[in-house]
Every structure is written in structure tokens, then in C-alpha cells.
């Protein structure tokens, strides 16, 4: 009677190895996706980095190019403004003849 309780002991405690070596196992399998989804995310996140120095000195272009701008519509304002100011001195020695 002891042989058999015996037996069904040490076959539950075989058992019970190989499904917890089972469970470390597929733990192992999760951690090494979990691993993979991590250096996939911090090769995205270099990615956006890289891209995030590139949108900042475009944008650093950009606010040169408008500084450009407002330099360029002041001097036009400017020189339309010497332009009328000479026409009206025209129209006047013009007119004074």
C-alpha cells in the first residue's frame, strides 16, 4: 500500500517541477518580448529625437526667415514712402511753374 501512495507522491512532485519549470519558462519567453517591445520603443523614441533636432532648426530657420521678411517689408514701406514724398515734390515744383 505504501508503494503506491509513494509512487503517486513522487509523480505529483514531477509534476509539480515541470510546471513550475513550465511557468519560469514561458516567463522567460514573456520577458524576452517585453525586452524586445522595450528596444523597439527606445529605438522610436531615438528616431523622434533625431527628428525632434531637425524640427528645431528648421525652426530656427523659420524665425529667420521672418525676421528677413519684416526687415524686407520695413525697407519697402520705407522706400515707398521716400517714393510718394518725391512725387508730391515733383507735383509741387511742377505745379509752381
Not at 50 to 67: F, G, N, Y
Request: hydrophobic letters at 40%; aromatic letters at 2%; glycine letters at 8%.
Amino acid at each position: 500500500m505504501e508503494n503506491p501512495i509513494l509512487i503517486i507522491g513522487v509523480i505529483s512532485c514531477g509534476i509539480g517541477v515541470l510546471t513550475y519549470i513550465g511557468g519560469i519558462a514561458n516567463k522567460a519567453k514573456n520577458d524576452g518580448r517585453l525586452e524586445q517591445k522595450i528596444d523597439d520603443l527606445k529605438a522610436q523614441i531615438e528616431k523622434l529625437d533625431k527628428h525632434s533636432d531637425r524640427i528645431t532648426v528648421l525652426e530656427q530657420s523659420v524665425k529667420t526667415a521672418w525676421l528677413r521678411i519684416d526687415e524686407i517689408t520695413a525697407n519697402i514701406k520705407t522706400t515707398t514712402e521716400l517714393l510718394n514724398e518725391i512725387e508730391l515734390r515733383c507735383a509741387k515744383s511742377h505745379a509752381g511753374r
